[in-house]
């Protein structure tokens, strides 16, 4: 996250991270097509080989809120998802404010999705992070394709894991926009949280969401977006409080829970 | 060793708030865009930066800016103008008018990149296409004959205000465009350097860590073969001709001996016999560890491994008053393992049970099979649970006893090779301290894992997890 105090401007960094082929670039392309013209930027491809993401690709959103309030900038970039361009995701990764995982439905794809987020867990080591320190979204993406991870299958890690999980089609646009506001939401609640926004540049937590999805052009209601999470609603409490201890029985919540790693699997 | 900074640069990051003109579009090729909207509309127009410097002026000029000139109040009236209009702000509405007082207008427009403004356009002078008289501000500069301006004025371009508009639309998209492109090429160079960077660092700093764990191997290799050797040779020969010499004292070939003679080398032989059996047991640890221990891998029933384990300890159990059963789920499938090393981990991991559990203890091992939904004790870290977990279900063996228990802290630690809870405990219970290290690079040289969980409400369970055979695929 930056703050431009003086231009009154905040930007903030979300980052789709995932397997190759999860659908990293069309929920970027979804995304832009369904905001609105006078929000979004050009979506930005940098260099692609035979129609693959080399660098990354970037999709800015943009708004004001309110006459004279500050202005919200939101820029959204995508990883390559390829295993040979590491120190790209890497990069990519750096001041990254919040992660949307893409990952396939597929079942043959369940080794690659491990793969991906065990990528992400030490591309975040390495800049000095751990999973606790980033909002994370979990997408399973591809649902209408065949042989794929049932979604009561799906439901039950959900209640598991610690991130809230969303279904989509991005090919279709659906669950894109669901998976964006959800991270938008845990993003905004850590950065509120961390950083006061709302007394330092005047944007309370309350009034963010809406503003983004009226200004974004979005006609579902926020609400029935963010209700689709799978595990635990989105709009629970807890999301909202800084890192602190663990909440007993509470099952995991992203950001929330300091107990000490005690090691890894060997 | 030299290793690079990591890459200060992030893309989506700071460089984006900072985007100026002058830097995405050259100036050469911004003139040349200039010059083509010029040539196309005969309406002189001037680029300028966010920080008000000239990019690219294309105006020539005009006959009766020159003749106003002429005169010492218009040369004074022109410069004022001039350098209002290029002060002038584009406004809220990003787009303003500024009148001359010789009936012409300059219009000023901001341009905008990703809705930061970058500078300004200045379109002008034009005269508006609704002017038909010269304006008395123009005929009350000293010196200028009406007529004269009149000519002069019909010479200067004409255009209607809307088409002063679309003309900087036009221009303004036509920039975007050229800006969009110069942001890429720009990130892309950017990109280009910090992967290089970055990539040569992350070798570098493997390179150092590859070198230091080599130095490190090669050194623990020597010491390791120094060890293999004086344990196999050093010590087993000696010995093998202790245990020989006593087991032939005791049988009386050197002659009788007394009740006391007789027990006491008894109790030499049977130390040598342990010693033999540890001495075994570490040359087990290092095939396991080097990777030379061979295991052959077969289908078999759970219940038969746990079977022949029990009859193995049970003699020793019986010594102790402790009782063993079982408690195997008739729906436990197959595993495919090596018999003889899974065995191995059995009867380690019931010894250990026996040595820690007191009289009139109970010590089962418990089988059934386990879904996908399980977490290994051993990580608490649920992140991410929903992608790890893997597609294979897995048999679960639990070997359960009522002993001493191991406090949560020192679960993790019991499967360090020579590992005791506490060092007392090895006069109390004897051991090694080897048969759950074995016990671990057994369960994972079969590809399974082991860990240590509480026994409600007194003891230890060790869970052993190991992948099924004979299970229907997924999605069937």
Aim: charged content about 25%; hydrophobic content about 40%.
């Amino acid at each position: 996250m930056q703050i431009n105090f003086a231009a009154k401007e905040l930007t903030i960094k979300l980052v789709y991270y995932g397997p190759a082929l999860s659908g990293k670039t069309t929920n970027l392309k979804s995304l832009h097509a369904l905001t609105s013209k006078e929000a979004r930027g050009r979506l930005m491809t940098l260099e692609t080989k035979d129609d693959r993401t080399l660098f990354f690709d970037m999709l800015p959103l943009a708004f004001k809120a309110k006459d004279g309030g500050a202005s919200l900038r939101i820029k959204v970039l995508t990883v390559p998802g390829q295993v040979v361009h590491g120190s790209t995701r890497r990069l990519v990764l750096q001041g990254a404010d919040g992660i949307l995982f893409v990952a396939d439905s597929q079942v043959s794809e369940t080794e690659n999705n491990a793969a991906s987020f065990l990528d992400l867990r030490s591309n975040l080591k390495e800049l000095g992070l751990t999973m606790r320190d980033m909002p994370t979204v979990i997408q399973f993406n591809k649902r209408d394709l065949p042989n794929i991870r049932s979604q009561e299958e799906i439901e039950g890690m959900a209640k598991k894991g610690r991130e809230p999980i969303f279904l989509a089609r991005a090919v279709d646009g659906d669950g894109v926009l669901e998976s964006f506001f959800g991270l938008l939401k845990i993003t905004w609640s850590r950065l509120e949280a961390e950083n006061q926004l709302e007394r330092t540049l005047g944007l309370s937590a309350a009034e963010v969401l809406p503003l983004a999805h009226e200004k974004l052009g979005v006609e579902k209601p926020l609400s029935e977006l963010l209700s689709k999470s799978l595990g635990f609603a989105i709009s629970d409490p807890r999301f909202d409080a800084p890192r602190g201890p663990r909440v007993p029985g509470a099952g995991g919540i992203p950001g929330v829970g300091s107990a000490p790693r005690t090691g890894g699997k060997p | 060793m030299n290793t690079p900074q990591r890459q200060s640069w992030r893309p989506g990051g700071e460089e984006l708030s900072d985007v100026k003109l002058e830097d995405l579009v050259s100036r050469e090729g911004l003139l040349e865009l200039v010059e083509s909207v010029v040539d196309l509309f005969g309406i002189p127009i001037r680029v300028y930066s966010a920080s008000n410097g000239l990019l690219a002026d294309a105006a020539h000029d005009q006959e009766v800016c020159n003749y106003v000139n002429t005169f010492g109040s218009g040369r004074t009236l022109c410069g004022t103008t001039v350098s209002a209009a290029k002060s002038a702000s584009p406004g809220e509405t990003g787009s303003a008018l500024h009148a001359c007082f010789t009936g012409n207008s300059y219009r000023i427009v901001a341009l905008e990149y990703e809705t930061r403004n970058v500078g300004r356009l200045i379109i002008g002078p034009y005269l508006p296409a609704a002017t038909v008289e010269v304006p008395l501000t123009l005929t009350a500069v000293e010196g200028v004959e009406p007529e004269k301006a009149r000519v002069y004025l019909a010479r200067m371009p004409r255009a209607k205000e809307d088409t002063i508009q679309r003309i900087a639309d036009h221009f303004k998209r036509a920039l975007d465009l050229i800006m969009f492109a110069g942001h890429k090429t720009f990130l892309t160079s950017q990109m280009h350097l910090a992967a290089v960077t970055e990539s040569f660092r992350e070798m570098q700093e493997k390179n150092r860590r590859l070198e230091e764990a080599n130095t490190r191997l090669r050194e623990l290799d020597r010491l390791k073969s120094n060890f293999l050797a004086t344990v196999s040779h050093e010590l087993r020969t000696p010995l093998t001709s202790i245990i020989g010499y006593s087991e032939m004292l005791s049988e009386g070939l050197a002659g009788d001996m007394n009740q006391e003679q007789r027990e006491f080398v008894l109790t030499i032989r049977e130390k040598g016999e342990q010693l033999l059996g540890l001495i075994s047991g570490l040359l087990d640890l290092s095939k396991l560890e080097s990777g030379t221990l061979s295991v052959k891998r077969k289908v078999v029933s759970v219940r038969s491994i746990a079977d022949t384990a029990l009859s193995t300890v049970a003699p020793n159990a019986k010594k102790k008053g402790v009782n063993l059963a079982t408690n195997i789920a008739s729906s436990v499938v197959d595993i495919t393992v090596d018999p003889d090393r899974f065995r191995q981990v059995f009867i380690n991991l019931l010894d250990n049970a026996i040595k820690f559990t007191p009289e009139n203890g109970t010590i089962t091992i418990v089988a059934k099979n386990i879904g996908m939904m399980e977490s290994d004790g051993e990580d608490d870290d649920q992140d991410g649970f929903s992608l790890l977990t893997p597609v294979d279900p897995r048999i679960e063996i639990r070997i359960l006893d009522t002993g001493i228990g191991i406090p949560q802290n020192e679960r993790a630690k019991v499967f360090d090779a020579f590992y005791q809870v506490d060092s007392s405990s090895t006069r109390e219970f004897g051991g090694t301290g080897l048969g759950l290290s074995i016990v671990k690079r057994l369960v994972e040289a079969h590809g399974g894992t082991v860990h240590v969980e509480g026994n409600e409400p007194q003891g230890t369970a060790f869970v052993v997890r190991i992948p099924a055979s004979g299970m229907p695929p997924r999605g069937t």
